[in-house]
Structure formats: C-alpha cells, structure tokens
C-alpha cells in the first residue's frame, strides 16, 4: 500500500516568507509525528495529532510555527517568516501503534 | 529525562565483514526501541523494533539487535555487510511512562561499507 507522502520534496524560501508543508499520511493511522532533522543530526519531535486533536506541541522551536490536521488525515506544518536556522528536512511520520512510518521528508532551505 | 547515544558517529567496514552499530539509552520507565535506515535524500525506513518479550530482535536485510537493560543498550548487528548497506543508521527511544509516542533519536552512525 501506500507510504506517507510529503509535498513538496524540496522547498527554497527567501528568509522572511512564509512557508508551507503538507503530508499524507498512511491511510488509517491515527497518529502523525512532525520532526526536524539538522544536517547532521538524528530527528528531532515537534509536534503529534490523535486524528484530528494536536495533543502535544511542546517541540515546535517558536510561535512561528504552527500545525494542523483539521479533517484527522492530511496534516500540514506551516512556518511564518521563515528564518535561516529554520533549514532543515522536515519529516513526518504516521503510526497506528508503536512503529511509526516516515514520509521522505521536505528538504527546507532559507536563504 | 531521556537520551539516546550513539557511540560512533561513522563506521567504515569492508564487504562480508561483520558490523556493530553501538547504541546506549538512559531512561527512568519502561521503553521499546527502533532502529531506522535512512538512504540519502530519503526518509527513515523501520529495520526492526524491540517493544517486549525476547531481547533478540530479528529485522530486515538481516540485521539484528540485542536489548539488553542491566547495559542500557541496544546494539546493531550484521554478520555480512553488502555494499547496499551503505547508509545512516539512527537508533530511536520510546517510553511506556505516559508520552505520547514521540520518539527520542540518537545522532545517527553511518555506516560506508567499502570494497
């Protein structure tokens, strides 16, 4: 069947823009995970839905950004005035018990 | 509060020979572990988990990992590395004790299997 899906692979933003990153999760799964990777670094959390309930939000770096999941399936993570530290592969992941399945991750870079 | 530590942060190794990928974990409750692939430009692939029960765990490729907790650890193997192998590696740390599920992620090893 079908992975999780991101869109779009790749994302260039002018420092100031804003910026936004959608993901289709596998169909079914309740939960889906946001993450940041830095070059170099393993996945870092941001933020989890149960459907269509964010229910936790404690890693999202600042107040510019900002999650949704309005209908329980599709989830998009939006950035306000995106800044250089702001690069960076953003995954996201969907689980339906303990294993969670990652999407190839949108590529940020803020320039 | 929770950690993963990878110990090695690049394993070179030759093809056929044997790999350990280290992995140590502190936590004060209860977890269940992963270990993840992840090819270049790509996104993380499961290679196998640990949630209960045996502490040998079998995965796919034909690695597999040893929870062991009087150690904290949770070591990566393959007896015979193939040049396809070639990729980071992360080991990731969930907890029964009441998050949600996210997962804590070491910094990553990568492996380069050469000929």
Not at chain 1, 42 to 57: C, I, R, S, W
Not at chain 2, 1 to 9: F, I
């Amino acid at each position: 069947g079908a992975g999780v899906s991101q869109s779009p692979r790749y994302k260039v933003a002018k420092r100031g823009q804003d910026v936004a990153l959608r993901c289709d999760p596998i169909s079914g799964h309740v939960s889906l995970f946001w993450y940041q990777q830095a070059l170099g670094q393993g996945p870092e959390f941001l933020t989890y839905f149960q459907n269509e309930a964010q229910l936790d939000k404690s890693g999202l770096p600042s107040d510019r950004f900002f999650a949704e999941r309005p209908e329980g399936s599709v989830s998009t993570l939006k950035i306000q005035r995106t800044q250089q530290e702001d690069s960076a592969v953003y995954l996201c992941a969907s689980s339906l018990s303990y294993e969670q399945y990652f999407g190839p991750g949108t590529r940020l870079t803020v320039t | 509060a929770q950690s993963v530590t990878q110990l090695d942060s690049q394993v070179p190794v030759f093809e056929e020979a044997p790999v350990e990928l280290r992995c140590n974990y502190s936590s004060s409750v209860s977890v269940y572990l992963f270990w993840y692939v992840q090819y270049p430009n790509q996104g993380l692939q499961l290679l196998l988990k640990y949630l209960s029960g045996s502490t040998l765990v079998k995965g796919i490729n034909g690695f597999e990992a040893e929870f062991n907790k009087s150690q904290t650890s949770f070591h990566l193997r393959k007896p015979s590395v193939h040049i396809s192998d070639t990729a980071e590696y992360f080991c990731a740390l969930g907890d029964y004790g009441g998050s949600q599920g996210n997962l804590i992620f070491g910094k990553g090893t990568k492996l380069s299997v050469k000929p």
